[in-house]
């Protein structure tokens, strides 16, 4: 298993200091997780960065590879928990690093989870500036912060007056960026031509898959076919029922397919961004002005916190590997380390507590997490301490 170079314990005390200022709820959680909630809430994409551990009777469980999942399970755990409150945490991660990668598989995160509250913009740039700090406190003076917005892709989308089935389909895909990609792409202008065996299938799809089992063994009985191996009856007709249900499902014109991909295209510094996301908003027929009124309270917030905009950059198809987040979300980067290699992390979960049986929905929720060893200057001998 890769390790981190351990971090001078100056360098930790100056990374810690911005969390010990918050006066927050100190914080523990179990290093064995289980396997299939994380699966549930993060993507089953996820099992592959997961050191997975079978247990007794076929249960499995894993590290710990992120704090929010296990904080979150802990604050609704606590009976006598108010339902705002903030916790700090410090320990290990856990994860399978990529192919052909040196990054440690064993690494210290230090965090904040803020719950309640509500949702105010405010609370998304405080957390931000709070991780901006504690980053910047590393030595490094190459930090630059990538934004986006779950949340601001879903009101786009749900603006543009979509069919709510097509609709929901493109918000779902939004964390993958392969299925989203693939959803756009099944644009068409018009219907393409009905391929061989497509009339059958529609025929078939249309009975219920009892019905439908029956009509195929008799066709076959009257061909004189004898199934030898392969797929069952009932398992040709549940393939041909998905093929119809995802050919006759609504789908995006050239047209709109195009605005979507311009949105998520845009990557600017984030006044600017917003200018843009507001002109495709306005081809679209689409009202985002209490979204993008939003983003100018929080940019205003971060700029009071710390962060020099001319550092920031907004990207609107910008998304984390948790697929839990919902709004607000943001990356620190160094120059020297890359894209793949965040310094910090974070945004807002606020759907997660409920999904766990926590608060109601509305009650917020955001958090961020910095690795200290990425944040040391003299880590890799590239970043250099501001003057």
């Known amino acids: 298993m890769n390790l981190e170079p351990p971090v001078p314990p100056e360098v930790m005390a100056a990374v810690r200091a911005p969390f010990v200022a918050l ?16 699966l ?3 993507g089953e994409a996820m099992r592959a960065r997961l050191f997975v551990i079978q ?23 606590a009976a006598h928990s108010a339902p705002e409150r903030r916790y700090v ?20 995160q230090i965090g904040l989870e803020a719950f309640g509250g509500g949702q105010s913009p405010a609370a998304d740039a405080e957390v931000a500036g709070l991780a901006w700090r504690a980053s910047a406190a590393g030595g490094r003076g190459d930090l630059n912060m990538v934004l986006g917005d779950v949340s601001l892709f879903s009101a786009f989308i749900d603006a543009l007056g979509l069919a709510d089935v097509l ?24 219907a393409a031509p009905a391929r061989q065996g497509d009339r059958l299938t529609g025929l ?27 797929r069952s009856a009932g398992e040709i007709v549940h393939r041909l029922v998905e093929r119809s249900g995802a050919a006759s499902a609504p789908r995006l014109s050239e047209a709109e397919s195009d605005l979507v991909k311009r949105y998520l295209a845009v990557a600017d510094r984030p006044r600017r961004a917003l200018d843009q996301v507001a002109a495709l908003a306005r081809e679209g027929g689409a009202d985002l002005d209490a979204a993008l009124d ?31 987040y919902d709004g607000f979300l943001f990356e620190i980067l160094s120059d020297a380390l890359g894209e793949i290699t965040p310094i910090a992390g974070g945004g807002r979960y606020d759907s997660l507590p409920t999904r766990l049986g926590g608060a109601a929905p509305g009650a917020g929720a955001v958090g961020c997490m910095v690795r200290p060893a990425r944040a040391w200057a003299s880590a890799d001998g590239s970043g250099t301490r501001p003057a």
């Open 40 to 42: 549930d809430l993060a």
């Open 167 to 190: 609709a929901a389909r493109l918000k779902r895909s939004f964390s993958r960026p392969r299925a989203l990609r693939a959803e756009l792409t099944r644009a068409q202008a018009a």
């Open 294 to 324: 939003a983003w100018s309270q929080r940019l205003d917030a971060l700029g009071a916190d710390g962060a020099p905009e001319d550092r920031l950059t907004l990207a609107t198809g910008f998304v984390r590997a948790f697929g839990y």
């Open 89 to 108: 945490y410090e320990g290990k991660a856990f994860r399978v690093a990529p192919r052909d990668s040196d990054h440690p598989e064993e690494f210290l």
């Open 23 to 38: 006066g927050a709820t100190r914080i523990d959680v179990p290093v064995m997780q289980p396997l299939g909630l994380l």
């Open 204 to 230: 078939i799809a249309g009975l219920g898959e009892t019905e439908a089992r029956a009509v195929l063994e008799d066709l076959w009985a009257l061909a004189g076919i004898q199934p030898i191996g392969g």
């Open 55 to 77: 247990g007794e009777a076929g249960a499995e469980t894993c590290l710990r590879a992120d704090f929010t999942i296990p904080v979150v399970r802990a604050h609704i755990a």
